[in-house]
């Protein structure tokens, strides 16, 4: 214990190993070690009497009351019956009629559209107005996968933030309500869509009823959009609008194929999420940070997963992410990449282990092996359990101060210690701020130390040897995304 003191834990001295476990402080809840405790109680107390600034603690994301209250509401019985809703429309393929008559007869895309909107509209009526529901709706132009101009159209609803100085800043949640058969052309046959991606837009439906019982200081954006299968054209279109309308947009989860798929070889306790590593939209001198300093796995869209992963560990929502370093699953894309495309953060949820064969095919058998997206395959209790994991880290962002701004490390001088500025977060929410650092080679942020209401820190930690990032929290407890360093001469 004294060794432990002295030569790590007081100096920061690199990685703390305690009783030659690598368990890091921010994993502390789950540790259940009777030295590591007193560790820890020890090192409180010398901060505490000895820095007067600087706290140590386990820093880990405590669970709110409130938000875990709400995740009870997510009901797997309601998503069975909006994935049945969306069946019922046959096809959803983005090229489908949307005249009146087909609206009216309760068939094609428009239909679903029409459905939707009117969910969207029923929830806000039950929480007295509370959401804003809209459409963005424009012609795409004949294409590839579109052989005539088409309309399309993303609908969603609009949870806007209670504090003003944070009002602006947005949290997103996506899935697609378009589908399609084997044949992308094919305008009249079934395309049940259950899982691809029925499952993402119950998600979306899910988290806008059960959040928009509640008040944030940030907005949520529910969002469903169309052209998936197409082109990813009505995420392309909306995620160009939120950049020339210069929204906020600081996280966006977007949720394809969470149906838990019921093959023998699904793992129904985790759902895989993607993140892009060097962002889509960096410039040519952020690349050359990039290369230079290590930053290929510290993209925003990372810093959404490492979020992801942490609500993880706070919240059961019955089902653990498993972080996938890469933007995609191998010859597939998704919604999250035009907004990466337009410089926003944004990763996907997918089940662990897809089927193909159940997705994008025509409803048949053929030698035994039955074919097509339907009912049957999915498993609406996983995806209720994704609706949780995506409600829980909504709430918890939207919940939380805005990010610390401009944060920098200084690098002017050769020095093994590490001094960060920062500029403090907007609005009156963050009552201190924390510094997260990781091992150059570490998934996820290993360390924390809490600092007061303050703009500046030095850590007797070599800058060279760790990655850092800030952090705003306020006095609940809630934790903003946090922000690496740019180095700063
Ligand atoms: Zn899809």
């Not at 004294?2 to 834990?9: A, N």
């Not at 969603?156 to 949290?171: E, F, S, T």
Request: net charge negative; with cysteine; proline share 3%.
């Amino acid at each position: 214990m004294q060794d432990f003191l002295q030569g790590r834990g007081l100096r920061f001295r690199g990685e703390i190993v305690l009783d030659g476990s690598r368990e890091s402080m921010l994993h502390f809840p789950c540790v259940a070690n009777r030295t590591v405790a007193l560790a820890t109680l020890l090192l409180a107390a010398f901060f505490a009497t000895t820095n007067g600034v600087a706290q140590s603690d386990n820093g880990g994301m405590a669970p709110d009351p409130q938000i875990a209250a709400a995740l009870r509401q997510v009901s797997a019985q309601r998503i069975q019956a909006n994935i049945e809703k969306l069946v019922s429309f046959g096809t959803r393929l983005t090229i489908s009629s949307q005249d009146p008559a087909a609206i009216a007869a309760g068939k094609g895309v428009g239909a679903a559209r029409e459905w939707i909107k009117s969910e969207f509209e029923r929830y806000s009526k039950d929480c007295g107005g509370c959401l804003e529901v809209k459409t963005d709706s424009f012609t795409e132009e004949a294409a590839e996968r579109i052989p005539k101009a088409t309309q399309i159209t993303n609908v969603y609803a609009v949870l806007k933030g209670a504090d003003a100085a944070n009002a602006k800043r947005i949290v997103l949640v996506t899935g697609h309500y378009d589908s399609r058969n084997s044949d992308t052309f094919d305008v009249k046959g079934d395309a049940s869509g259950a899982n691809d991606d029925g499952s993402g837009t119950a998600v979306s439906l899910e988290c806008a009823r059960v959040l928009s019982k509640m008040k944030f200081p940030a907005t949520i954006i529910f969002l469903t959009v169309a052209g998936e299968e197409q082109g990813l054209n009505g995420s392309g279109h909306l995620a160009k609008m939120a950049k020339s309308e210069g929204w906020d947009l600081q996280a966006v989860l977007n949720n394809d194929i969470v149906g838990g798929d019921k093959s023998a070889e699904q793992d129904h306790s985790v759902v895989r999420v993607f993140s892009e590593g060097v962002p889509a939209a960096a410039t040519e001198q952020d690349l050359r940070r990039i290369r230079g300093l290590g930053g290929e796995s510290d993209s925003g869209s990372r810093q959404v997963a490492r979020y992801v992963s942490e609500v993880g560990r706070a919240y059961d929502a019955g089902v653990k992410p498993v972080l996938i370093f890469r933007l995609d699953r191998y010859l597939r894309g998704g919604d999250h990449y035009s907004f990466n495309e337009q410089g926003f953060s944004a990763v996907r949820f997918t089940e662990y282990r897809e089927d193909f064969h159940h997705q994008h095919q025509n409803v048949r058998t053929e030698n035994g092996i039955e074919y097509g997206d339907t009912l049957k395959f999915v498993d609406f209790d996983y995806v209720a359990h994704v609706a949780r994991l995506n409600a829980a880290t909504l709430a918890s962002l939207a919940a939380a101060p805005a990010p610390p701004a401009n944060v920098h490390l200084l690098t002017k001088d050769l020095e093994n210690d590490s001094t960060l500025t920062w500029e403090a977060s907007p609005g009156a929410l963050a009552t201190g701020y924390e510094v997260v650092w990781r091992g150059t080679s570490s998934p996820e942020w290993e360390h924390v130390q809490k600092f007061g209401n303050l703009t500046r820190a030095t850590l007797k930690l070599s800058k060279d040897n760790v990655i850092f990032a800030v952090r705003a929290v306020d006095a609940a407890g809630h934790r903003s995304l946090p922000v690496v360093p740019v180095p700063e001469r």
